[in-house]
């Protein structure tokens, strides 16, 4: 079965600390890997897109990364703010089914604290 | 408008009771997604369109769930017969067709059934 796992489920962090967000996965082949942003109340709004060849996507203070060899990705963030505070969700767009067949993750919920 | 937008952003309805749930998606997108989140739950694919045709109604959890989409534009998800596990925040997101085109989302639609 297709699955997207995402470590830590939760994390807090000072303001001003780094942290990365892991994302394992188990779909093959696939298109693309996204990470989305989504404040409480809000909906889930795109940081970065990577397909399959690319290995590194800058978004400010946002890097993901990807290593379709081990199925990882991680999304790191520099100098964290308040505004981080989210749920980071990662997501999988496998080749086969069409392009709307999305496979999400749970989610981190980050949480920065002063 | 700059974004997709859903109303009624909250929807509190009694059990067995018909709801409507409105999505105005970006001017230009020919797709749009439906996508129901429960607490702590990754995002679940409900319906997608491209254009008005629905290719893949392969999410709607029973008959009871219906969408339409009409001039390539506003879609609306209706529930009949709510019942209470069908309380979630319903989202709606858009995007051009593509793999690698980011999807966007509108803020949801929160409905209780009590």
């Known amino acids: 079965k297709n699955q997207v796992e995402q470590s830590p489920q939760s994390l807090i962090i000072l303001e001003g600390k780094n942290c990365t967000l892991q994302c394992n996965y188990t779909v093959s082949p696939f298109s693309n890997l996204r990470w989305y942003k989504q404040d409480t109340g809000r909906g889930p709004v795109s940081l970065t897109i990577?397909?399959?060849?690319?290995n590194t996507k800058s978004n400010g203070r946002y890097t993901a990364t990807l290593d379709a060899d081990t199925k990882q990705s991680s999304l790191h963030i520099t100098a964290s703010q308040l505004s981080d505070s989210a749920s980071y969700i990662c997501?999988?767009?496998?080749?086969?089914?069409?392009?709307?067949?999305?496979?999400f993750g749970a989610g981190t919920r980050l949480a920065v604290h002063p | 408008g700059a974004g997709v937008s859903q109303s009624p952003s909250n929807k509190v309805t009694e059990k067995g009771k018909d709801v409507e749930l409105r999505c105005d998606p970006i001017?230009?997108?020919?797709?749009l997604y439906w996508y129901r989140q429960s607490l702590g739950q990754g995002l679940e694919f409900l319906i997608y369109f491209q254009g008005n045709s629905a290719p893949d109604k392969s999410g709607l959890p029973s008959d009871r769930f219906s969408a339409e989409r009409t001039g390539g534009s506003v879609s609306t998800l209706t529930i009949q017969r709510t019942q209470q596990e069908d309380s979630a925040v319903y989202l709606c997101?858009?995007?051009?067709?593509?793999?690698?085109?980011?999807?966007?989302f509108g803020n949801g639609t929160r409905l209780t059934v009590t």
């Open positions: 997501v999988v767009s496998p080749v086969s089914g069409g392009y709307n067949k999305l496979i």
């Open positions: 001017s230009g997108h020919t797709a």
């Open positions: 990577m397909t399959f060849s690319e």
């Open positions: 997101a858009s995007s051009f067709p593509g793999y690698n085109s980011p999807l966007h």
